[in-house]
Antibody
Framework: EVQLVESGGGLVQPGGSLRLSCAVSGFTFSSYEMNWVRQAPGKGLEWVSYISATGDTIYYADSVQGRFTLSRDNAKNSLYLQVNSLRAEDTAVYYC????????????WGQGTLVTVSS | DIQMTQSPSSLSASVGDRVTITCRASQSITSYLNWYQQKPGRAPKLLIYAASTLQSGVPSRFSGSGSATDFTLTISSLQPEDFATYYCQQSYSTPSTFGQGTKVEIK
């Protein structure tokens, strides 16, 4: 069974940092591209970042470029999102999602981890 | 960035109704269009990818059509478990972008 489990969210002050993790199981992690998608309270879905299967290609949304860093450890079946210089507008549930090999649709999602940025 | 515009933003429908949601891209995305269903407090669920391919396990009352800039999600006979918010997404180019969502409510 494919599973993605996020962790690392919490309450942080503006300007603070967190490291979000996504532990996966049930598939060959090293063969799949991965993404982070976030959803602010009561709002829609916003793509945040992408990483290729090998980790050598990474993209970020303009809204997080320079503040967030995505990485993966294929030996540990894990994805990491380092989020720095947090702002109130970064408050959201953060989901990791696997991309299909066909058209890069997001076929499996974790349950999400809530990041709240507030003083 | 490619903008995705869904309509309507919300709709009220009854069980058994045929429901259609449209999604328009600001430029051609060929068939790189995906549809998701999200229920409150839950992660999104992939329903349809590549505009018209039903994801494994998704009921056949869901269907998708379209290409280039105009796409449609149809629920042929709305069931109680289908009341949710639906999002389209383009995976044609980075950044991937989502529509604003369509909330399907009970009439």
């Amino acid at each position: 069974e494919v599973q993605l489990v996020e962790s690392g969210g919490g309450l942080v002050q503006p300007g603070g940092s967190l490291r979000l993790s996504c532990a996966v199981s049930g598939f060959t992690f090293s063969s799949y591209e991965m993404n982070w998608v976030r959803q602010a309270p009561g709002k829609g879905l916003e793509w945040v970042s992408y990483i290729s299967a090998t980790g050598d290609t990474i993209y970020y949304a303009d809204s997080v470029q320079g503040r967030f860093t995505l990485s993966r450890d294929n030996a540990k079946n894990s994805l990491y999102l380092q989020v720095n210089s947090l702002r109130a507008e970064d408050t959201a549930v953060y989901y990791c999602a696997r991309a299909t090999m066909v058209v890069a649709a997001f076929d499996y999602w974790g349950q999400g981890t809530l990041v709240t940025v507030s003083s | 960035d490619i903008q995705m515009t869904q309509s309507p933003s919300s709709l009220s429908a009854s069980v058994g109704d045929r429901v259609t949601i449209t999604c328009r891209a600001s430029q051609s995305i060929t068939s790189y269009l995906n549809w998701y269903q999200q229920k409150p407090g839950r992660a999104p669920k992939l329903l349809i990818y590549a505009a018209s391919t039903l994801q494994s396990g998704v009921p056949s009352r869901f269907s998708g059509s379209g290409s280039a800039t105009d796409f449609t999600l149809t629920i042929s006979s709305l069931q109680p478990e289908d009341f949710a918010t639906y999002y389209c997404q383009q995976s044609y180019s980075t950044p991937s972008t989502f529509g604003q969502g369509t909330k399907v409510e009970i009439k």
